[in-house]
């Protein structure tokens, strides 16, 4: 007689999930680092006027995206904790890695790409479109540092997680 499960999160791949969200995430900012920001600075369109609007839009969606991610990343790793799936020596580590994640991902929502944009809106229309200002350098420093700590969290958390899974086959 089989027996069937009545707790939905036992039909879910946890770990194939965990795996899928942290390589999507990683890989669109990846993708979204390397690739598009710098052609956006090579192609000059950063210093346009209107940029920091569009910015705001397509970072302001890249935001919501990570926020998702994030929250699938730390649901992940907190039901292979409850399933004692996580080998013993990176339980607190998974959970510490996911929880710096997720804040991350809510420091960008609702900190750092408002304060940018903020920053690169042209209010003045006779003012001429000049350097960076000082404030906006902090923040793209304070931007690179928590994108190398997702980056460097993300890939550490992904390889437990690849490296789990393959000990459970």
Not at 71 to 97: C, D, N, Y
Not at 114 to 125: A, D, K, W
């Amino acid at each position: 007689m089989n027996a069937v499960s009545s707790n939905p999160s036992d039909r879910v791949n946890w770990q194939t999930v965990l795996m899928f969200a942290l390589g999507f995430w990683l890989s669109g900012s990846l993708l979204l680092d390397l690739v598009v920001v710098p052609s956006l600075f090579a192609t000059g369109m950063m210093s346009q006027p209107g940029f920091a609007s569009a910015g705001y839009s397509i970072f302001g969606l890249f935001n919501r995206v990570e926020l998702l991610c994030a929250a699938l990343v730390l649901t992940g790793v907190l039901v292979l904790f409850r399933r004692h799936e996580l080998p013993q020596r990176h339980q607190k580590g998974s959970i510490a890695l996911s929880a710096v994640l997720i804040i991350v991902a809510i420091i960008y929502t609702y900190i750092m790409t408002p304060q940018i944009s903020s920053l690169g809106l042209q209010l003045n229309l006779f003012e001429v479109p000049g350097s960076l200002s000082t404030a906006m350098m902090e923040l793209h420093g304070g931007y690179w540092l928590l994108e190398t700590l997702k980056l460097v969290a993300g890939a550490t958390l992904l390889r437990w997680c690849y490296r789990n899974s393959c000990s459970l086959v």
